[in-house]
DNA sequence: GTTATTTGACCATA
DNA sequence: TATGGTCAAATAAC
């Protein structure tokens, strides 16, 4: 492949920034995460993931295929969740790790981490989980709380859970470590006339009633986990500083792919199945919606909402009536929706990764 | 009565 | 032996 200076200079300025903010991240994480150090740390895990999805679309000369398949991979260790919480995604081939090799905890033979989080609600997650065990931990003021699929029992579910607060900082911010992967869910949709009501599902309900702590008063409140599952980035939405990211964003790839203008998004919906039309590609709008951005109604045609929620483990549904929704079986690998942006073909994976709010707006 | 939580005891591992 | 993870009887909530 051939680089221009000009794309080698902005490439190597992006990369070294990516550098200053993964030392940023680390720093932040070493330290006591108090609530705003929480907040600067989510945000800047966010600009690490756009740093890499610009970096890696700025190599897309190198191999459409391969930038494509790094796009669409599972995003790197450092992600945000539904309810700004940071993620750290173990790598799937790698699952198995060394004792006590994430947060001092021991594990079991077969035991495998599937991800930690560190959160301000550590019981929003979607999923329904009971309290065996609470144990108090060295250097720790605080107990770690163990916790098992409901439906561990039921369905041999063999997904856990363990809640751990964070020392000092207000307000409390927990660090919860998830433990297998769910099967409950599989084993519901396997048992025809059973309901789908998984450990995952938001609509079962969950009586848990301790600890205090690690409750959240707005469980099932609107706007609560129901709002964080739908619309993840709805929040950020409203607001100053979000725009100006936003605008940041969009000059950044802008710039990229070629000096493109790119068009602004409908506004978010409520319901959140909305996909841009594969049949009506926007042929250029003037500073508004594309004159042929077509926002088809589908229930995850291209299987992007099952993929969103398979990662958070929880089934979707529909935030009007709070009943599951049935998704479609995925579409073809090689079916990869695109979105036009002046004359450059944006792959909608880039899209939902640099510019995540407009992009959930339009699935 | 049923189900979930609490908590002390026991077990596994380094 | 120290520590973390799990079990299970007792208890509480619904």
Same mark, same amino acid.
């Given at each position: 492949?051939?680089?221009?200076?000009?794309?080698?200079?902005?490439?190597?300025?992006?990369?070294?920034?990516?550098?200053?903010?993964?030392?940023?991240?680390?720093?932040?994480?070493?330290?006591?995460?108090?609530?705003?150090?929480?907040?600067?740390?989510?945000?800047?895990?966010?600009?690490?993931?756009?740093?890499?999805?610009?970096?890696?679309?700025?190599?897309?000369?190198?191999?459409?295929?391969?930038?494509?398949?790094?796009?669409?991979?599972?995003?790197?260790?450092?992600?945000?969740?539904?309810?700004?919480?940071?993620?750290?995604?173990?790598?799937?081939?790698?699952?198995?790790?060394?004792?006590?090799?994430?947060?001092?905890?021991?594990?079991?033979?077969?035991?495998?981490?599937?991800?930690?989080?560190?959160?301000?609600?550590?019981?929003?997650?979607?999923?329904?989980?009971?309290?065996?065990?609470?144990?108090?931990?060295?250097?720790?003021?605080?107990?770690?709380?163990?916790?098992?699929?409901?439906?561990?029992?039921?369905?041999?579910?063999?997904?856990?859970?363990?809640?751990?607060?964070?020392?000092?900082?207000?307000?409390?911010?927990?660090?919860?470590?998830?433990?297998?992967?769910?099967?409950?869910?599989?084993?519901?949709?396997?048992?025809?006339?059973?309901?789908?009501?998984?450990?995952?599902?938001?609509?079962?309900?969950?009586?848990?009633?301790?600890? &205090?702590?690690?409750?959240?008063?707005?469980?099932?409140?609107?706007?609560?986990?129901?709002?964080?599952?739908?619309?993840?980035?709805?929040?950020?939405?409203?607001?100053?500083?979000?725009?100006?990211?936003?605008?940041?964003?969009?000059?950044?790839?802008?710039?990229?792919?070629?000096?493109?203008?790119?068009?602004?998004?409908?506004?978010?919906?409520?319901?959140?199945?909305?996909?841009?039309?594969?049949?009506?590609? &926007?042929?250029?709008?003037?500073?508004?919606?594309?004159?042929?951005?077509?926002?088809?109604?589908? &229930?995850?045609?291209?299987?992007?909402?099952?993929?969103?929620?398979?990662?958070?483990?929880?089934?979707?549904?529909?935030?009007?009536?709070?009943?599951?929704?049935?998704?479609?079986?995925?579409?073809?690998?090689?079916?990869?929706?695109?979105?036009?942006?002046?004359?450059?073909?944006?792959?909608?994976?880039?899209?939902?990764?640099?510019?995540?709010?407009?992009?959930?707006?339009?699935?």
């Amino acid at each position: 492949m051939a680089f221009g200076q000009e794309t080698m200079e902005q490439l190597y300025r992006e990369l070294a920034g990516g550098h200053h903010l993964s030392a940023k991240l680390h720093a932040l994480l070493e330290g006591p995460l108090d609530g705003r150090g929480l907040e600067e740390a989510v945000e800047v895990s966010r600009e690490l993931r756009r740093v890499f999805m610009v970096s890696l679309y700025m190599l897309r000369p190198y191999s459409d295929s391969r930038v494509d398949e790094m796009v669409r991979a599972p995003p790197p260790d450092t992600t945000r969740t539904t309810d700004n919480s940071i993620c750290l995604l173990t790598p799937t081939k790698d699952k198995r790790i060394r004792r006590e090799e994430v947060s001092g905890i021991r594990r079991g033979r077969e035991e495998m981490v599937t991800r930690t989080e560190i959160t301000q609600s550590p019981h929003k997650d979607g999923c329904q989980w009971r309290k065996y065990g609470q144990k108090i931990i060295q250097n720790s003021n605080f107990p770690r709380y163990y916790f098992k699929c409901t439906f561990s029992r039921d369905r041999r579910c063999a997904a856990k859970k363990q809640v751990q607060r964070r020392d000092g900082g207000e307000p409390p911010v927990y660090l919860v470590t998830y433990l297998n992967e769910h099967t409950c869910q599989l084993q519901a949709a396997a048992a025809p006339g059973t309901p789908t009501t998984a450990g995952c599902s938001p609509t079962a309900t969950s009586r848990v009633h301790s600890p &205090p702590e690690v409750l959240d008063s707005t469980w099932n409140s609107a706007g609560g986990l129901y709002g964080s599952v739908v619309l993840p980035h709805a929040d950020d939405v409203v607001g100053g500083a979000a725009a100006e990211e936003n605008a940041a964003i969009v000059t950044c790839l802008a710039t990229v792919i070629g000096g493109a203008v790119p068009p602004t998004p409908p506004p978010p919906s409520s319901s959140f199945s909305w996909k841009l039309s594969e049949e009506a590609r &926007p042929s250029g709008g003037a500073g508004g919606v594309p004159a042929a951005a077509a926002f088809v109604h589908s &229930p995850s045609a291209d299987g992007s909402v099952a993929d969103e929620a398979a990662e958070m483990d929880c089934f979707p549904y529909d935030v009007s009536t709070l009943s599951p929704v049935e998704v479609a079986a995925p579409a073809p690998a090689d079916h990869h929706p695109h979105l036009l942006i002046g004359s450059c073909d944006v792959p909608l994976a880039l899209m939902e990764t640099v510019w995540p709010h407009y992009t959930n707006a339009w699935r």
